[in-house]
């Protein structure tokens, strides 16, 4: 472990005086039906090694072809990221040996890529810091090797499902993912912090969202990035050498990944030793990076064009049509939201961060009467929290659009109270109902027949004289306790602006 530590006097004297530089290399799964060059299907989570071919396994002879949705997705991608797209872009060989890539070979993209010089704008707290775009370009995903462990039984049985003798090591692989469609974003080094990292990851996560070309589900493996890091003194304009860090699997891990990273080459460079670039892999249980292999340069991979591919070239036309198909975008929709439906800009941005949380604010308001701030709080607020804690994600769920607007027009016309609401949002969730379902199955309709209210209050105030007395004696405060003995008899029934309302008018006349 570093032996500097963020928060302490002496690690801020020392940071100060070296500059953290980062670049990212973030991998997206691009969001076709089939894989990059050939037909197999690229669907998550089938049985190992269903879902693959000749072309994918690297048979000899196997010839690949281009999946065309792919490259309209990526170039969608570079189009809103303000890329400049190649008119003529190839694809290559990529040659490195590993168990998971049975070609021995990845078919990438090096000298040539599809789109470049794009940049994504991050906030900083003041003006806007701009990281650049140094490339976008396709490739295929290798399979994934899969690691058993004995179980704690041992009975020969691993987790992963393998069976092996006593003390037999090996490991498995599935091809399963080998030939999916990647798209690669390469970012210039000009990023400073491992916090602004998290910001571009956060920020480009939700444009590859509302552009719909990938998922961006990290669990899946849809979304994952590497990390090139080196630190140098300030004023320094030569960049120290680097470190790849891998094996990331959130931007929370990024970020404990880069502050670790960073603080291990400064420990390195204040005891005068040298960093050794290098690939690192992050180790989530130990929150620490370790060694993984001594770093290859380009030439390592000796890259040459696929020749069993030809060229992509492009023109304005093609260009254009793709322009079109762009979607209203993170900003763009935030902007709206303060200019349309008078919110905040904090509220628009926490509800424009995801689009399927813009989607579904959306779909709360659309039309109808409701208050576009009072939606926006009980998306953000209470349907936010119920989510947080179930760990559910907003799409996940039963509860549709209409329902919370239908609830939200039960409290404006008094049918429940907001209290009430609570726990009809909570139950509409767990158990799947519609809110006006368990309201009737509940009867939980507010009781809003004055007569009936007044009946409550009669009997309320005649057992508590004391109370009453209180009041005439210009103890305003106990009429909290009075509404709160009126709900009790009306078993929270009752509409609590209208108790309130009549309590006040009968303690005048008594």
């Known amino acids: 472990m570093s032996k500097i530590r963020d928060g302490t006097k002496e690690s801020q004297r020392y940071r100060m005086n070296y500059e953290v530089v980062i670049g990212l290399e973030v991998h997206v799964q691009l969001n076709t039906a089939s894989k990059m060059f ?33 490259v309209a997705l990526a170039m969608k991608t570079a189009l809103a990221l303000g890329c400049k797209i190649a008119p003529f872009t190839k694809f290559d060989r990529k040659h490195y040996f590993y168990p998971d890539l049975p070609k021995n070979f990845q078919i990438s993209q090096y000298d040539k890529p599809l789109s470049s010089d794009g940049h994504l704008d991050i906030d900083t707290g003041g003006a806007p810091k701009k990281i650049n775009i140094k ?3 396709l490739e295929e995903d290798a399979g994934k090797l899969i690691h058993p462990a004995p179980s704690m039984e041992g009975d020969g049985i691993s987790r992963r499902g393998g069976v092996h003798q006593e003390g037999e090591e090996y ?9 999916i469609p990647l798209m690669e974003i390469v970012t210039q080094p000009d990023i400073n912090s491992a916090g602004e990292a998290y910001d571009f990851l956060t920020k480009l996560k939700s444009i590859l969202e509302y552009l719909e070309v990938s998922n961006c589900n990290m669990e899946e493996g849809s979304l994952r990035c590497d990390a090139n890091i080196s630190v140098r003194p300030k ?39 040298e960093i050794i670039q290098e690939t690192r892999l992050w180790d989530e249980d130990g929150q ?37 198909t762009l979607p209203e975008m993170p900003e763009q929709r935030k902007a709206r939201f303060i200019s349309e439906r008078g919110l905040s800009e904090y509220d628009a941005s926490v509800l424009t961060r995801e689009k399927k949380v813009a989607d579904f604010y959306e779909g709360v308001i659309g039309n109808s009467k409701i208050n ?73 309709s507010q009781v809003t027949d004055e007569g009936a209210i007044l009946a409550a209050i009669e009997k309320v105030l005649a057992v508590n004289a004391k109370a009453v007395s209180d009041y005439k004696s210009g103890n305003i405060s106990v009429l909290t306790f009075l509404v709160g003995q009126i709900m009790k008899e009306t078993k929270g029934k009752a509409n609590p602006k209208i108790v309130n309302e009549l309590l006040k008018k009968k303690m005048e006349k008594t």
């Open 38 to 70: 050939c037909g197999c299907s690229s669907k998550f989570g089938a049985h190992p090694n269903a879902q693959v071919c000749p072309v994918c396994l690297g048979f000899p002879g196997a010839l690949p072809v281009v999946n065309k949705k792919a």
């Open 171 to 179: 490991s498995l692989v599935d091809y399963n993912r080998s030939g």
């Open 135 to 137: 490339r976008i370009h």
């Open 372 to 444: 576009p701030k009072v939606a926006a709080n009980w998306v953000m607020g209470d349907l936010a929290a119920i989510l947080s804690s179930s760990n559910l994600s907003i799409d996940a769920i039963e509860l549709a659009p209409g329902d919370l607007a239908d609830m939200l027009n039960m409290i404006e016309n008094g049918s429940i109270s907001g209290k009430m609401a609570k726990d009809i949002l909570k139950e509409a969730i767990e158990t799947k109902k519609k809110p006006r379902d368990i309201v009737k199955e509940k009867n939980l």
């Open 235 to 273: 004023g320094q304009t030569a960049l120290g050498t680097k470190t790849e860090v891998k094996n990331m699997n959130s931007f929370k891990s990024v970020r404990q990944a880069l502050e670790y990273e960073a603080k291990r080459q400064m420990d390195l460079l204040k005891n005068g030793k």
């Open 288 to 324: 620490r990076t370790d060694t993984m292999r001594t770093k290859e340069d380009a030439h390592d991979y000796r890259y040459f064009p696929e020749p069993d591919l030809a060229p992509i070239t492009t023109n304005d036309r093609i260009v254009e049509e793709i322009k079109k």
